[in-house]
């Protein structure tokens, strides 16, 4: 039987989940902040509604009918995080108690809430040292989301990494640094998911009730400047060079584990970064 799902903020892929959970039968609801952006979502979901994640109101009426809600915010360019994340987990949060039908929240947060751990391997028990305030909103908007659990509501917390795939392929993220020369040595390791992992965690996690953190990435990081070496080859661009004179202002270097998810039973369909 399908679900009544509603997706708070369905950008890159939350449009895709859309997609896919309605093949699966289910009904969605879709918000977006932009009105502009109706009628390219009305093609993925059965309702629309243009909402801001601080809305109480709004937000209680667009839940108050749903099983399932999916987190999937994303700042618009120069966004403010706090705005986006965490005054829109502290809205919700006093909703859900509000709203006895909904079962299951899954959240996209972002692996950058563990912050830097030497290229060490991180997984969901590591402790979080976030290094800017952007990654401390994060964590503080995971920490708001997990006090709705309860025996009734399940929270499930997937931390993604970079994302690429249909329209994102990785050597758009980097053309632009083709012949130049970065700050560091780019020996800080780089993780990334496939968009059709994430649409496929998302429906195992919701179709399996899951709970607690999940990291979500594939199983092979790279180091930086292996990734871009291998780029700038394989797409005849010129190589980048790095200066390791000049400091890094990178806040964010782990190896990723996917192990918790994986042993859920969860399969990873591309296990190796694309290039």
Not at 30 to 49: G, H, N
Not at 51 to 67: C, I, P, R, W
Not at 137 to 160: F, K
Not at 242 to 267: I, T
């Amino acid at each position: 039987m399908g679900l009544n799902i509603g997706i708070i903020g369905c950008g890159y892929v939350g449009t895709a989940v859309a997609r896919r959970w309605r093949e699966f039968g289910h009904s969605i609801t879709a918000t977006t902040t932009r009105s502009d952006r109706i009628p390219e979502l009305q093609q993925v979901a059965q309702q629309v509604v243009v909402l801001k994640g601080n809305d109480s109101e709004a937000l209680a009426s667009m839940v108050q009918n749903q099983d399932v809600i999916l987190l999937s915010m994303a700042p618009s360019r120069g966004g403010d995080y706090q705005e986006t994340y965490l005054e829109t987990a502290k809205t919700l949060v006093p909703v859900l108690q509000q709203s006895p039908r909904v079962q299951q929240v899954i959240y996209t947060s972002s692996a950058s809430v563990y912050g830097d751990h030497q290229g060490a391997w991180v997984d969901e028990t590591t402790p979080l040292i976030p290094g800017n305030a952007n990654g401390r909103v994060l964590a503080q908007t995971e920490e708001v989301l997990l006090t709705a659990q309860s025996d009734r509501l399940n929270v499930c917390i997937l931390r993604l990494v970079g994302i690429y795939g249909p329209d994102r392929q990785l050597v758009k993220f980097f053309t632009r640094f083709a012949g130049t020369t970065r700050p560091g040595s780019g020996d800080y390791w780089s993780n990334w998911v496939h968009r059709e992992d994430i649409v496929e965690a998302i429906a195992f996690v919701c179709l399996h009730r899951c709970a607690g953190i999940y990291n979500l990435v594939n199983d092979l990081p790279l180091p930086m400047h292996q990734l871009m070496d291998r780029l700038c080859e394989i797409h005849n661009l010129a190589p980048i060079s790095w200066d390791p004179s000049v400091p890094s202002d990178r806040s964010y270097n782990a190896r990723v584990s996917n192990q918790k998810l994986k042993n859920a039973g969860f399969q990873i369909q591309y296990p190796e970064t694309l290039l």
